[in-house]
Every structure is written in C-alpha cells, then in structure tokens.
C-alpha cells in the first residue's frame, strides 16, 4: 500500500510538470496560476502545493527534468582531464543543440525559459528564476576553456570567464532564434557548422587580459581598450 501510494505521488508530480509544461508555453510563466496548472492535470490546488511550494519551484522543477541530461554531459565535459578541451567543447555543444532539435520536451522548456520566463524580481512570490542553471552552465563551460588555455590550444591571458559567458550568448542566441523561426534551418543539420563557427571565432580572437588584468581585445579585431 505504501509502495502504491509513493508510486501515485511520482506519477501525479509528472502528471504535473507536464501540465507545467503546456501551461507555461501557452500563457507565459507570469500570467500562468498554479490552479492554472491544476486544471490542466486534472487535480486540486492542494495537490500541486503537496508537491511544490510555489510556482517558482515548480518552474525549477519542470526546467531541471527537462535540461538536466544536457547539464549532466556538460559538467562531465568539464571535469575531463587530458582530453582535448576544444575538441570536448565541440562535442557537448553539437550535442546540446542536436538534443534540442529532436527532444520535444527539451524544446518545449527552452521555449519557455527563452521566449515565455519573463525576467522578474528575486522578492516577487513566485517568479521564475534560470540564474542558477546559468551561473552553472557558465561555470562548467569556463572551465573547459581554462583547461584550453593549460593545453596551450588557447593563449595563456584569454580571458575564460568571458570566453564562457560569450559562447553561452552565441549559444541562447542561435537557439532563441531557432524557436522563434523554426523554418529558417535545420538545427541538427546546421548544429556542427554553428559550433564551428563559434568556436572557429574563439580560437582566432579570444578576449585576452594584459598583465594588469585589464581587459584587451585581440589585435584581429582591429579595436583595443
């Protein structure tokens, strides 16, 4: 009986974040309501408070089963050792974004966090926040550059830190476009050439620090701060 009811309990909770899941994209996070999100799964508001506290914490939740497989090979990226760094980076980010173009679920969150999860106060009850999963992402992908830079494929001052933070804004871009216009390319097709091309851009101008740690901007780029 015990083992019944935790088994009701899992599939309630699926039955929910998959009610998330619709909701959100339709409404946005921010109009959408937790008896919203009762409704489409069929339960009571108290269900969904048995299992969530709030709607930030479902939002969590719903982002986490969806993006956690790319998180998972993304921190086993960073923690690689002897491997060629660029050549992992290359690999976990084709991978990101051919799992994004075939796996519904994946998209249809990345939708939500990229086109729907409209950026509110930390105070405000309830307000989605993908901080942390970014702060992460950044922080594994900053590391795998730093490991570059110790391979010596990188040059000892890039700057890893913004290096990390750069080719998450070219990545949220290319996806962010390609969920708002889904016609214009084949994601899984244009995945290698994408990457490649940013990556081709890391390798040939990377953002480098002079000795003072002042940022400077590679001589290819004609600019210097």
């Not at 660029?86 to 679920?105: D, F, H, K, M, Y």
């Not at 016609?183 to 081709?200: K, R, S, Y």
Request: net charge negative; hydrophobic share 45%; aromatic share 4%.
């Amino acid at each position: 009986m015990v083992r019944r009811t935790k088994d009701e309990a899992l599939e309630t909770r699926e039955v929910l974040l998959d009610a998330a899941e619709r909701v959100f994209r339709a409404s946005g996070v921010t109009r959408a309501t937790l008896g919203d999100v009762a409704s489409a799964a069929g339960v009571t508001r108290g269900a969904v408070y048995w299992h969530f506290r709030n709607k930030a914490e479902l939002f969590a939740a719903m982002c986490s089963r969806a993006t956690l497989p790319m998180q998972t090979r993304l921190e086993q990226a960073a923690a690689g050792d002897g491997d060629d760094a660029i050549v992992t980076l290359r690999q976990v980010l084709v991978q990101g974004l051919c799992e994004i173009a075939s796996n519904p679920r994946t998209r249809a969150v990345l939708e939500i966090v990229l086109c729907k999860s409209e950026r509110l106060n930390h105070g405000i009850d309830g307000a989605p926040q993908a901080d942390e999963m970014d702060r992460q992402c950044v922080c594994a992908v900053e590391r795998i550059v730093a490991r570059a830079v110790e391979q010596g494929r990188l040059p000892a001052e890039t700057d890893s830190n913004l290096a990390a933070h750069l080719l998450q804004a070219f990545f949220h871009g290319v996806i962010q476009l390609w969920l708002m216009h889904p016609e214009a390319f084949d994601l899984a097709v244009a995945a290698p050439a994408l990457v490649d091309t940013m990556i081709a851009g890391l390798l040939a101008a990377p953002p480098r620090r002079a000795a003072g740690g002042e940022l400077v901007v590679s001589e290819t780029a004609g600019t210097r701060c």
